[in-house]
């Protein structure tokens, strides 16, 4: 059964035209990478996936169409973590983690005891139980990073989409923050849809990689398929090898070369 389903998805951003035509089919419990230049149209294909960007074709959530599902039944469904969390610097960690529970208050918009045992158990699993009462602004961004994601942890969600998940992260922080995906994937049975800059990171969780270019599909298959040194000189204008470290792909800088600017 499929998750996610994007069947030729365009967006036009100021007049130009950023996805075109995209189709994609992630099925319940797979883990996809975007993987792609800068303005390959990563950020804006999981911003339609969580029907937060106007598109033309179609979207579909676990096989019913997005424009059919009230904003709520959509936050049920998918938690986004955005590369740049919202700027609400004056907003304790613990308010913030909390928002991901709002699609399940009842009317009255009260919490109950699931949802503050899922705000603490967020906070745990992010190692922000110390920071629970500091605002926003004053958090690193690699904190601030950790609490967006604690937030969507705590939305409790069958899909994540993540952008960029690590980016502000330092390196044992990382492996972390992925290793914390790939539990949460392996305990729910979780989608996830995460666009990275780092191939061999994504080579590594991903069962699946597609290399988006210029917001069109430039190839869609498994890791060591997807990252190939050609392909990825091509799309990226980049000299890399491709290496086998014990049986993952690693992408390196190769030694000789350099960007092709363009």
Known sequence: MSAVTARDVTVTLGGARVLDGVTLTVAAGEWVGLIGPNGAGKSTLLRA????????????????????????????????????????PWIPVRDFVHLGRTPHLGRLGREGRADRAAVDAALARLDLRRLADRRLGSLSGGELQRAALARAVAQDAPVLLLDEPTAALDLGRRQQALALVAELRAERGLTVVAAMHDLTLAGLHADRLVLLDRGCVAADGPPRDVLEEGLLAARYGAAVQVVDAGGVVAVVPAPTGGPRWE
């Open 49 to 88: 996936l969580a029907g937060l960007v106007r598109h033309d074709g179609e979207v579909r959530l676990g096989g019913e169409p997005l424009p059919a599902l009230a904003r709520r039944d959509i936050a049920r469904r998918v938690a986004f973590v955005p590369q740049k969390p919202p700027d609400l």
